[in-house]
């Protein structure tokens, strides 16, 4: 079966026509526009694809947010209320569904991350395990026995609170909901305001960095405590720092204090790793929803 | 179908027979003495049941801990390293196993707790929810798609780190792990080191209540970010305070927001509740998990 799976960012579109990672049969990216123009452009190269490999058994979507995901609400698979002018109340899913007249899996880019890693990366397959995205905002999502977690919503892992000394660090925090939440201290524009130049912009042994990963390592503590995951998987524009991860696990190391006794944890390399699929996770995870979708496991 | 449940704890021991809440057909209850007089007296009472009610089709246990829950392990069903005299490297789960002939389940309290009120009690049958006990010391456990969480080891809910402004709360934290973790910051020890006389004893308008509500909801914000639970139970001795339910729920409130948009965060009498099953939580889920084991849903 061939599946369609679209990540559908803020910025841009990626969108893929395949089975898996290594069987991707056809791949376009756009920048996101209109969403007439840029649902016509995903449209059109799903036709385009078909008319070459043939028919699709479904299409999945991670998509920016916020988004709704509740099945039965009248708005399910739109774009909510989105700060990115022109999407506002977009429906994303329906479209699809109709012109292409398959079953359309919707949901948030990380969830789709996190089950492609889960699927066929760097948490194939275990039966607990969080992602995490550190970059213009922070999200995470996490599975349990193969499932995405979506009682209420779904995971907000960004703004989770942190212990945060202000005596060490004066920055009051750059979220506007709770501002030193997670993301209000930790995210790449938190670290621009903070240092006064972007993440990227500062120096490897600059102190920058052992600060974000002690923020990063406190709430890695959290979701440890909280879900009891067997790895952690770490993406995101920030951690593309080489210099960032290895102070993670160090310091996540100090802060766990041995207190989780466990094998995995004793060897934080392999515990705490950055995403097996690159920038791809979310794409492949959309494939992986569409397969669900099919399967009839998933939302759609 | 009969069952056997257990609420092993550090301090008593409460067995059931029956199938559910409202059909307990015997009830026992005796202090946690040696290993071999309790576990002793735990096998008088299912023999004595079974001569009565017919043949037990599986026993469920809620433990105190450590426990080793890894199926595989040589130690499964073992209570491992814990402080408590005589109990260290304990066998539980295998003399009822052999004893009784019937298969055994074996979980922590904390999860079995979690379970009876999923199955039977303020959080029934829903997608996502936490439960978590305030007392001697914090734990937590939730369920997601109706599966409790087990990875790495077991959630350690009372570990997870929160904001502590030592100006306003100059309590070091009572964690000999981590100082100021949740537990260690909130539990009703941690209470009583700080303001010198114990938790029960402290009047209603005494201020200890609101730090105590601050940093309960602090954490429930971790949990409510992390697992987006559709309700969140909390039981324990701490709790029995009736005027702190609803404080940790206007606290809440204010710590998220207004972030979280779902109806079921809009109404907090709902979203943070007592446990329905009041003290028998654990026993009731133990017999879940006996339930569970019979019909191969669960770890033995």
Redesign the interface.
Known sequence: MLFGGIEAGGTKFVCVVGSGPDDIRGEVRFPTTSPTKTLGEVLRFFREQQAQHGPLSAVGIGSFG?VDLHPGSPTFGFITSTPKAGWPNTDVAGPLRRELGVPVAFETDVNASAIGEWRFGAARN????VYLTVGTGIG?G?L??G?L????????????????DLSIDPFPGSCP??R?CLEGLASGPAMASRWGRPAEALPVEHAAWALEAHYLA?AL??????????RVVIGGGVMDQPQLLPLVRRELKV?L??????P??DDMDSYVVAPALGGRSGVVGALVLAEQAVAGGARR
Chains 1, 2 share one sequence.
């Not at 275990?126 to 395990?129: A, D, I, K, S, V």
């Not at 977690?149 to 945060?164: N, Q």
Request: with cysteine.
């Open positions: 916020p275990l039966e607990t395990c995470g996490g349990v026995g499932r977690m979506h009682g209420l919503v779904h995971p907000e892992m960004g703004h989770v609170r942190i212990p945060h909901y709770h030193d406190l503590v959290g979701f440890v405590c909280t879900l009891s995951p067997q802060l204090n041995g207190y989780i006794q466990a995995e944890v």
